[in-house]
């Protein structure tokens, strides 16, 4: 049964909330789920997942350095990842704006990975975005990309 | 058999010369392959393959406006690429530089699309970026690049 | 007296009432201003005007094939547009999402072109932003704007 | 007379040796500068000064953890940068590519404080790039950047 990793960054819960639904969404495809604060995520976690999904709040526009010092240090294990599967969200607080880049961050260095990512005909195209506190909508649009990525994490890696 | 269509946009030939070393790295996957200019592709060739890689030169940092006009009325096929394979390549020209964010403004097209978009550990992690005409070098990424695509295809489609 | 150029595309009016109220926001800084739609815009057009500001709809998360044209074209003038300010608005429609990279697509075409960029700390940090018709906060968003954008160009060309 | 800050992050001194450079061109225009590591740059050295310059290596297509983590605890002085002027420049390394990505990471980050970036029609349209230790030729590209983001700096505040 293939893995996915869920890696978030949260400091006010509005990004771990959005990251319980995505687990949810993963989890309704059968596939298993492993749900991590970025403090508590190893370099060496992201070695056995088939996907690798990471939220992030949006600090001027971009990913946190949490994040990227995440991302940063992956280099460690460049070329072992090539081939899983990579998506992203983010959540966005009073500055507004700047969550698409965000996600397109994180999505870059998915690439630069050798990483496959799939986008999203609704819902945000890149990956699901909310602002502050994800609502119930924004829930299911969480769920929902939870659920897309587990497929696509299955039509490449079996079920 | 899976297919893959190459659209291309080429103004001095470099960019065409690039489209020809990615087809022969599809086709050496026996994965069928149609090669297009951008004035002779029409909106229905967006159809029928499970993959579809745009070239594109660099103008401003960007793909060339013809290649935003197929994006632009790809919007009449929209939620029916879903799923599909897409991939990018750019040629750069005088101006120099750009190629990446060329490349990536197709790459996020393909996202809205709800398609499914490969990254590379090696030869631009994007997709091929050539600097004027492809060299041998520059031919052999371009191969290498058109068969990753295909045997993603093939993971994704069957073979 | 320094002068500014608004070149919008619009189809549904949108990004026209976008651009009415900028230029209402230049005008109030005593800044001349000529708006044209880019179906009339001639490339000379760019020239003279101290400030260029472009408006254009979302699509594909981009600028659309027009705008591009536009800038494509552009090239012809290359070097002759260094040091003049460049800023940008986008709306979006149903698809939604995408503004901000529509924005940023711009924004780096400004920069090639040896442009001045100035952000933004409320109201859209790359440029104003509408999803539909503009509503009358939008408007007034769009109106300081282009006030700001004015007194950029006269702070470095003179009153 | 104004005054612009270059804060830079080197591991290997090829960022370091840009900046150099780039300080270079920034005191031939008569303006001062700081130059100061990102290790020990603070939060408060980003008042003063009327420009601010960051370097960065490219890790993942993007600036590093520890530039983003000035830049997200720059939110402590939002709204007191506004008008200031931005640039930025990128060593990148072994991976290769990705560097004008990471320039951009940077340059989104000042136009949400609402700072003033120029762009450049020679040596790297957003800012200059350097594979590797910079040449003689690379570190003439950063010493005539400096020169030119001092110029726009006494334009907009004078001598």
Redesign the interface.
Same mark, same amino acid.
Do not use: N, Q, W
């Given at each position: 049964m293939p893995k996915v990793l869920i890696v978030y960054h949260s400091k006010t819960g509005n990004t771990r909330a959005m990251a319980e639904a995505v687990e949810e969404g993963v989890r309704s495809e059968g596939v298993d789920v492993v749900r991590k604060g970025v403090e508590e995520a190893s370099l060496d976690d992201l070695l056995a997942p088939e996907g690798i999904i990471i939220g992030t709040p949006t600090? +001027?526009?971009?990913?946190?350095?949490?994040i990227?010092?995440l991302?940063?240090e992956?280099?460690k294990h +460049?070329?072992k990842l090539?081939g899983k599967v990579g998506a992203a969200f983010a959540s966005s607080g009073d500055?507004g *704006? *700047?969550s698409?880049?965000a996600i397109?961050?994180i999505?870059?260095? +998915?690439?630069?990975? *050798?990483?496959?990512?799939? *986008?999203?005909?609704s819902g945000?195209?890149?990956g699901p975005?909310s602002v502050g506190s994800p609502d119930q909508e924004r829930k299911e649009v969480c769920v929902a990309f939870g659920a897309k990525v587990a497929k696509?994490v299955k039509?490449?890696f079996g079920e």
């Open positions: 600090y +001027f526009a971009g990913a946190t350095a949490e990227k010092k991302i940063d992956s280099i +460049f070329r090539e500055l *704006g *700047g698409e880049t397109l961050d999505l870059r260095a +998915f690439l630069v990975h *050798g990483m496959v990512v799939p *986008g999203f005909t945000g195209h890149y975005v696509l039509s490449l």
